[in-house]
């Protein structure tokens, strides 16, 4: 009466682990579909991390010497600029000063050849008055005194000589000192193309600081993908430890089933849908985790 009594929950039992197995197995399948999309991802994922690492390394490798030789080109920039600079304040001053030693030497200059002119006069006169005196021998003592005061205006006259090829000498050097200033004119006349150049080199640096900054940029999404990475590594394990759950769970449905079969295999109905409830309750557990992972 009793084996009479519990076969129609028994039935009930089996039928309800019949349609609990259906619907297990149907959920693992869409575990194992949605697992299968994670691994895709992953593999996208990480081959997606080594591609970023390596346009991040060329990058970093380009930036470093573009740096560098930019900072070169400022560096040479800097010193022509300086050295330039130097040079012309160095060739102003030294022009000033020989413009006015020439000026007074010119002033000295036109001063000895007015006394020269009028030496060449005088000798001229003189020269007519020995040629009287030659003539008359009762002057010898007048001529020879005229002769002396001939050879010394001809001394002068050699040593006013001397000066002016002296001075013509620095009047060249002065010559040579203008026209390298005027090479150091025409110098800084391309002063402002080295600005310009500067101020290009200034905005390529701008370029590489924002090229820079965009490095930052895909190391913060390199570390958001690695993170996301880590997430869906963390949902396969858990789906790996649900599919074993559910494995379990098939296993023991199996052992119900054989223990349905048999006349005294069950114990008790109430205590099978005590530990079906339990396996539920556990289940659900995992399928909140798991949607609390993929909320993330």
């Known amino acids: 009466m009793q084996k009479e009594e519990e076969e129609p929950a028994r039935k009930t039992i089996v039928l309800g682990y019949t349609l609990e197995l259906d619907t297990l197995q149907e959920h693992l399948q869409k575990e194992r579909d949605v697992n299968a999309e994670l691994k895709q991802q992953v593999i996208k994922a990480l081959e997606k991390e080594a591609e970023d690492r390596a346009e ?4 970093r490798q380009q930036m470093k010497n573009r740096i ?9 920039s800097q010193a022509l600029c300086l050295d330039l600079q130097q040079q012309l304040d160095q060739t102003k001053e030294s022009a000033q000063e020989t413009t006015f030693a020439l000026e007074e030497e010119v002033q000295r200059l036109s001063a000895s050849q007015v006394m020269i002119r009028t030496s060449l006069e005088e000798a ?15 002057h010898i003592r007048e001529k020879e ?10 001394s002068e006259l050699r040593k006013s000589e001397s000066k002016a090829r002296e001075l013509q000498r ?16 025409d110098e800084l006349k391309q002063l402002p193309l080295v600005e310009k150049e500067r101020a290009k080199l200034q905005e390529e640096v701008e370029q590489h600081r924002l090229a820079r900054m965009n490095v930052h940029l895909i190391q913060e999404r390199l570390l958001a993908a690695q993170h996301k990475t880590a997430k869906v590594k963390e949902l396969q394990t858990l789906n790996t430890q649900l599919q074993v759950n559910v494995e379990q769970l098939q296993e023991q449905l199996e052992k119900w089933k054989e223990l349905a079969a048999e ?3 069950l114990v ?3 205590a099978v849908l005590q530990c079906l409830a339990d396996l539920r309750h556990s289940e659900l557990a995992l ?4 949607s609390k992972l993929l909320a993330e």
Request: aromatic letters at 2%.
């Open 56 to 59: 991040i390394a060329q990058l």
């Open 68 to 76: 560098s030789e930019l900072e070169e080109r400022w560096q040479r």
């Open 124 to 138: 001229k006169d003189q020269a007519e008055i020995l040629k009287r005196l030659v003539a008359c021998p009762k």
């Open 145 to 154: 005194l005229l002769i002396s005061h001939l050879q010394s205006e001809n």
């Open 170 to 185: 620095r009047l060249d050097e002065l010559k040579q000192v203008e026209e390298l200033s005027r090479i150091m004119r």
């Open 263 to 265: 006349p005294h295999g």
């Open 268 to 270: 008790s109905p109430t």
């Open 287 to 290: 399928t909140e985790r798991q």
